[in-house]
């Protein structure tokens, strides 16, 4: 379904020979939050390190608690860290933020349902300040990518769970993020609508050489879409292991039935810690 | 499919539309041939028949149309200065939310004080205003009608501004939105649906206080003002023509608000 002829100008394949430059570096991380009863500060994220390369897919994995959704948050700088540095492309957190480099997906499509689906993509444009016509042509763009071409008058409440969901990828990606951060987007999805995002997904992170964090509590998913999972576990939250998976791309669904990738999985369901 | 949705919304109108108005066809039959006078042991003269009481209207329309006019401004200059101070005052504790949704308890303990309280007070309070008894009386009404709407809007716009989806000031903040535009863009119209809540609250209560706050006006005008006068005076039919005046603006001004939100809430769910 995802048409990517059509964002052609963005295609920034990469050259393998070249070194991989380093995007995301994080040491030391630690984000506690206080306790609401005035007890003992809760531990959310312990002594974090993880460097993440340009163009990289990696899935944050674990259980609930286990702070994934907290590291995503603190790289997007919706959350504070404690101690500890992050640096993106040599900047703090901050200021990608304000540069408008991260496009965020968030786990509901958290559309705007007095807009219709075009408006809804043009927003961050708006804020964006980009001329109308601009704007216009990059909102089709963005839903052809995604496939909603007719139903850009649409309104949210219209359209289904996957469709919205699209449209929210469509949104994260109309202002050329740099950094693609998704917080569990396909958990709510049917299997069969979460089979084909993963497809278009990995289509279109192909073409544009994003790097994306995809946090998600689903192993299968979390191997079969990325390049390292960093698996992470609850009690303090920290990172208990990061697993290559050094699967030939682009994969095919039938993958998911070959030998190797279920070593892989029963190898990162194995690195869980305590759980 | 969409077939289906439109035999839904027949079936739908049939229960909210028609139902009511053949009850109404009714009772007016009953009414007219005097069988409701039985029924509850009333005569012609304390409950006039539907026929007499429309002729009133129509014999004296220049009369009505003036008492009506009064009530209506009253009405609807009370309803947009209460709403527009009750969005604000929504707004301001937005802004200062520690020192906002304390106010907000006290608005709706105003609330609770019954505008028959108030209303004398009012009068005495605007006495200075003007010289002119008819404009004093305008603006004692009008207060009486600003402060029953102020309240249901301020709370409203309160939670409109508030209750937003989770993940959407996450959102807005992503896109390094600032607080005002994020007021613009998300908050504003995120709260449209709650104006109308509080809308369907106020303009019935902004019709009756008017009426209730005319009782007490000094300056002897407007729909309610006549519906004491007469009956003070045994003049029951022209009582009744006013109660069906009074009656027919509630629904006009219902009606019109009904519209407004038919239109600008389509899309929403």
């Known amino acids: 379904m995802a048409n990517l002829e059509i964002i052609e100008d963005e295609f920034k394949e990469r050259d393998a020979s070249l070194p991989r430059e380093t995007e995301i570096k994080i040491e030391n991380l630690c984000v506690t939050f206080p306790d609401k009863n005035g007890g003992e500060p809760i531990i959310a994220l312990s002594n974090v390190n993880l ?115 699209r449209v929210n990828i469509a949104r994260a990606l109309a202002i050329r993020p740099e950094i693609l951060l998704m917080d569990e987007p396909f958990s709510a999805l049917d299997e069969f609508t979460k089979e084909k995002l993963h497809e278009d997904l990995l289509k279109i992170w192909k073409k544009t050489n994003k790097t994306i964090l995809f946090v998600t509590h689903n192993i299968q998913e979390a191997v079969y879409l990325s390049d390292r999972v960093v698996v992470l576990s609850p009690h303090p939250g920290r990172v208990s292991a990061v697993v290559d998976i050094n699967l030939e791309r682009p994969r095919p669904i039938a993958i998911k039935e070959s030998q190797e990738f279920n070593a892989l999985v029963s190898k990162v369901r194995n690195s869980f810690e305590g759980v | 499919m969409k077939k289906k949705t439109h035999f839904k919304w027949d079936k739908q109108s049939i229960s909210t539309v028609l139902y009511p108005v053949l009850f109404g066809i009714l009772l007016l039959i009953l009414w007219q041939t005097q069988l409701l006078h039985k029924m509850i042991g009333a005569d012609t003269f304390a409950l006039p028949l539907p026929g007499r009481i429309l002729r009133i209207i129509a014999d004296n329309k220049s009369t009505v149309m003036k008492n009506v006019n009064a009530t209506v401004i009253v009405a ?179 009606g019109i608000l009904l519209v407004a939100e038919g239109i600008l809430l389509k899309g929403r769910k």
């Open chain 1, 51 to 165: 460097e993440i390369k340009q163009g990289e897919f990696i899935s944050l994995l674990g259980p609930s608690g286990c702070g994934k959704t907290t590291l995503l948050r603190t790289i997007a700088n919706l959350q504070d860290q404690t101690s500890g540095d992050i640096l993106v492309r040599g900047l703090s957190p901050r200021e990608i933020r304000l540069q408008k480099k991260y496009g965020i997906v968030f786990q509901s499509p958290v559309l705007y349902e007095w807009r219709t689906v075009r408006r809804n993509v043009c927003m961050p444009m708006e804020l964006l300040g980009m001329p109308k016509k601009d704007r216009t042509a990059r909102v089709t763009k963005m839903l052809e990518l995604v496939g909603l071409m007719e139903f850009g008058e649409k309104y949210p409440h219209e359209l289904s769970g996957g469709m919205q969901q």
């Open chain 2, 76 to 254: 609807i200059g009370g309803l947009i200065c209460g709403s527009l101070l009750g969005y604000l005052l929504g707004i301001i504790a937005t802004i200062f939310p520690k020192w906002g949704v304390g106010g907000l308890s006290i608005a709706s303990a105003i609330s609770a004080v019954p505008i028959i309280a108030i209303a004398p007070i009012l009068n005495n309070l605007t006495k200075d205003f003007s010289n002119d008894a008819s404009t004093r009386s305008m603006l004692a009404k009008t207060i009486v009608v600003t402060i029953t709407c102020t309240v249901s809007m301020s709370i409203n716009a309160y939670r409109g501004l508030n209750e937003l989806k989770p993940f959407s000031l996450d959102l807005m903040k992503s896109f390094a939105a600032s607080k005002v535009t994020t007021f613009i863009k998300l908050r504003i119209p995120n709260s449209v649906p709650y104006i109308f809540t509080a809308l369907r609250v106020s303009v019935p209560a902004s019709i009756i206080s008017a009426l209730v706050s005319e009782y007490f006006a000094e300056f002897i005008i407007g729909v309610g003002r006549q519906i004491r006068e007469n009956i003070v005076l045994a003049q029951y039919a022209t009582a009744w023509a006013y109660i069906v005046v009074a009656c027919a603006i509630g629904i006009m001004m219902y």
